[in-house]
């Protein structure tokens, strides 16, 4: 069983910057795909950004492009998601998830219901 653990969440001001982290418990994750979703209350899930196993390959939803940066370190066994000039459109709960697999599917934004482990989720609010 494998247990994702999300860190790094909090409250900021428009314009700050933000880690998340993900760590992985109970099994390597080298061999899977791994990706960043977020939900706020009253919407649904939202694929944030994507990452092959190797980390060569990364996929970010339209609205956080160029202001999100996904990586991995497999020695370490966690995700990373860096948050820069964030908005207050991003404030939500966000899980980092892993599915078994090389690269991220071309419709993974919208199957956070795919990836089989999913995290708790950690809270980020960012004030305007």
């Known amino acids: 069983q494998v247990r994702l653990v999300e860190s790094g969440g909090g409250l900021v001001q428009a314009g700050e910057s933000l880690r998340l982290s993900c760590t992985a418990f109970?099994?390597?994750?080298?061999?899977?795909?791994m990706g960043w979703f977020r939900q706020s209350p009253g919407k649904d899930r939202e694929g944030v950004s994507c990452i092959s196993w190797t980390g060569q390959t990364t996929h970010y939803a339209d609205s956080v492009k160029g202001r999100f940066t996904i990586s991995r370190d497999n020695r370490k066994n966690t995700l990373y998601l860096q948050m820069n000039t964030l908005k207050p459109e991003d404030t939500a709960t966000y899980y980092c998830?892993?599915?078994?697999?090389?690269?991220?599917?071309?419709?993974?934004?919208?199957?956070?219901?795919?990836?089989?482990?999913r995290g708790q989720g950690t809270q980020v609010t960012v004030s305007s």
């Open positions: 109970g099994k390597t994750l080298a061999d899977y795909y």
């Open positions: 998830a892993a599915q078994l697999g090389t690269l991220c599917p071309t419709d993974w934004e919208k199957k956070s219901s795919d990836f089989r482990y």
